[in-house]
């Protein structure tokens, strides 16, 4: 049975492979908008050393690191099982002796290790000639980083997957499915770190998983966090991991009892 | 005139068709103004740390993105070609339009047609004139009419290079990803243009010239900076002409390539 998830990741990677043109545009997309905010953050800066805990330095890598982190963990689940719900093609993969959900995973990871080999290591490595990026130089904290990327990883499918759900219960998704997009951009701190935030926004941003994506495990890699607070940063996100499973099933549950194909 | 009836016929197409599905039409209008709203609660959230960006106070950077936004708005209403090269070239939607006697740009772009991106050009109007009355300014009526010849020019801008880019689709039937690539790259234009490098600054403003659509023109009702942006202020509708005629005519050159689609 596990090698048939094991496949599931294979297979996916092996699309994706076949569109790799495509992702070529995306680096140049990344390393653009890693641009703008590197000068934008340049300027705000001026001639202040150190902003909400940030140096200029650590900005700069934050900026690099948590866009291409988002390269790594982003994906269409959402999109995906929404439409599979939409024209019914989810009713046939009901009937099939797999978890849909595990498969839907299964697959985001495939995309995922695809996007980690062709999208962010490549594009890191540009992105680090192009910009003043400074790496940490011990190698725990790159250890702990990708364990941190993983989870990442997977609080943002969950997130992904709870959205592509809800169209078991309304008809069109496509405005909360482009929400969710921004929400999650703004509030895991791709746009500002959440540091920036004013006070009340981001003590409620610690009770959201959001932070857990992007935030977090790249405050660790800049060394903002130090690294003796990196195994607390840790079990929040296994936290968030293990709280999002509930909703997740209790959605799960709740929907294929409902299942309303439109047209079929 | 003619074309006049035809665009308030498509217009009356497009109602019918949205007010069958209500909810959706809020819904868009609320993502696309959530999806601007980041780019404002960046500016906010930046401005509790500093005081000023590249020279450019708080109530100043909000000015020029409540303009950015107005021609942007407009831009979206008559532009949503964004799957042009799959609905009309690999689909040979295409055939029917140039069976028709007008234009087929304006065609194209009416059938496409996005109102409720309008709003926010509404919203930008009102983040101008929150931020004016911040800036202590005086106010001349004449500032209307040169804000609505400045908005013409930066819709033009923009709707030249997004249509001279969508022609590449006549002549290259490989999927380019230079769509989304120039869409990011006109964020740097909403930004005080000094605080960048000085090959990118000039890239926006004479090479991609997405300066003019933000904070050249927004530039010309602020007080006067040392960099003196606002003197080319006034140029912004001539680029816009420019601009929309060098896209027209790659436009143009493109359909008389356009061969059909194969089924």
Known sequence: M????????????????????????????????????????????????????????????????????????????????????????????????????????????????????????????????????????????????????????????????????????????????????????????????????????????????????????????????????????????VIWFVVLLVPILLTWRAARTRLFVQGG | MLYLSLFWEYLKNYAKTRLTYRADFWIEVLSDLLFQGVNLIFILIVFQQTESLGGWSEAEVVFVYGFFMVPFGIFGTFFNLWNFADRYIAKGEMDRILTRPAHNLFQVTLENMDPPSLFGSFIGILIMAISWGQLDLVFHWWYVPMMALLTLGAVLIYMGLYTALTAISFYSDAPTGILPLMYNIQNYGRYPVNIYSRIIRFVLTWVLPFAFVGIIPASYFLDAKHDDMASLALYTPLVGVIVFAIGLFVWNTGVKRYRGAGS
């Open chain 1, 2 to 237: 596990m090698s048939a998830y094991v496949d599931f990741i294979r297979i996916r990677f092996l699309m994706m492979l076949a569109y790799r043109v495509n992702y070529y545009s995306g680096i140049i997309i990344y390393a653009i908008n890693i641009g703008a905010y590197y000068f934008l953050w340049q300027a705000i800066y001026g001639d202040k050393q150190v902003l909400a805990g940030f140096t200029v330095a650590q900005m700069t890598t934050y900026v690099a690191v948590s866009w291409m982190a988002r390269a790594f963990y982003f994906n269409n689940l959402d999109r995906e099982i929404a439409n599979e719900i939409r024209d019914g093609s989810v009713a046939v993969q009901l009937i099939r002796p797999y978890s849909y959900l595990a498969v839907k995973l299964m697959q985001g990871f495939g995309e995922g290790i695809f996007r980690l080999l062709l999208f962010m290591v490549p594009g890191m490595v540009i992105v680090c000639l192009l910009f003043p990026v400074s790496l940490p130089t011990d190698p725990k904290v790159w250890a702990i980083y990708l364990v941190m990327l993983f989870f990442a990883f997977l609080i943002n499918t969950q997130i992904n997957m709870l959205t592509g759900l809800f169209a078991f219960f309304v008809e069109n998704n496509e405005g909360m499915m482009r929400m969710k997009r921004v929400i999650v951009d703004l509030f895991s701190g791709v746009v500002v770190p959440i540091a920036f935030f004013p006070g009340w926004l981001s003590v409620a941003m610690n009770w959201l998983p959001f932070q857990a994506i992007t935030y977090l495990p790249t405050a660790v890699f800049t060394g903002r966090t130090p690294l003796s607070e990196a195994w607390g940063v840790l079990g929040v996100q």
